[in-house]
């Protein structure tokens, strides 16, 4: 009896201690840290008011429009550490990026270079379930994308209907985490190309 009660007591305790991870990741969700707020900001001199901003460090995509964080989504980055492809292709590149939404409903395009293009999409549920411990596990089990952005369905369709019923161009602010600095990536702007 004894060894029941401190088996309930032991998964009482981290279930107590998940919910709160979960309540402290919304909070921290819902709110801009001084380093988005900085992007927030220099994106704003650029003129650039409404903005998917993905912040890798935490893994989660936010739609902030004038100042104002509209959504968030979890969301699973490249599998390397890095602002730019040179090193790695497997990074998520650091930067401005222009919104391009294909009509196959499937992807949104962020960037290209010769062959390689680096995509919004949806994830499988495989990672989907990874995405469900946000808050719970460390960022960095989040690193696990050949440089596309993978968001779970929901979120997804919400932010591709966004983007492809745009009546100006969509942006994404990859922040940066390694060779850049914070005004280096906001002069690092990269229009859509074919």
């Known amino acids: 009896m004894n060894q029941l009660n401190n088996t309930i007591r032991s998964?009482?305790?981290?279930?107590?201690?998940?919910?709160?991870?979960?309540?402290?990741?919304?909070?921290?969700?819902?709110?801009?840290?001084?380093?988005?707020q900085q992007a927030i900001d220099g994106l704003k001199e650029k003129g650039i008011t409404e903005v998917y901003l993905l912040n890798e460090q935490a893994?989660?995509?936010?739609?902030?429009?004038?100042g104002e964080i509209i959504m968030t989504a979890p969301a699973i980055?490249?599998?390397?550490?890095?602002?730019?492809?040179?090193?790695?292709?497997?990074?998520?590149?650091?930067?401005?990026?222009e919104l391009r939404a294909y009509l196959n409903g499937e992807d949104i395009?962020?960037?290209?270079?010769?062959?390689?293009?680096?995509?919004?999409?949806?994830?499988?549920?495989?990672?989907?379930?990874?995405?469900?411990?946000?808050?719970t596990t460390p960022s960095d089990s989040f690193r696990v994308s050949s440089g596309c952005i993978n968001i779970v369905p929901s979120d997804f369709r919400q932010i591709y209907n966004n983007v492809a019923n745009a009546q100006k161009a969509s942006f994404l602010f990859v922040m940066p985490e390694k060779?850049?600095?914070?005004d280096k990536a906001l002069q690092s702007f990269h229009l859509e190309n074919d």
């Not at 893994?59 to 004038?66: E, G």
């Open 11 to 36: 998964v009482t305790m981290s279930m107590i201690f998940m919910a709160a991870s979960s309540l402290a990741s919304a909070n921290q969700d819902s709110i801009l840290s001084a380093k988005e």
């Open 59 to 66: 893994a989660i995509l936010k739609y902030v429009k004038n």
């Open 77 to 97: 980055s490249g599998k390397h550490k890095g602002d730019t492809i040179t090193d790695h292709k497997e990074a998520t590149p650091a930067g401005i990026f």
């Open 109 to 135: 395009q962020y960037y290209r270079v010769g062959r390689e293009a680096y995509l919004i999409h949806e994830t499988g549920p495989i990672r989907r379930k990874l995405l469900s411990k946000r808050g």
């Open 179 to 182: 060779e850049m600095d914070m």
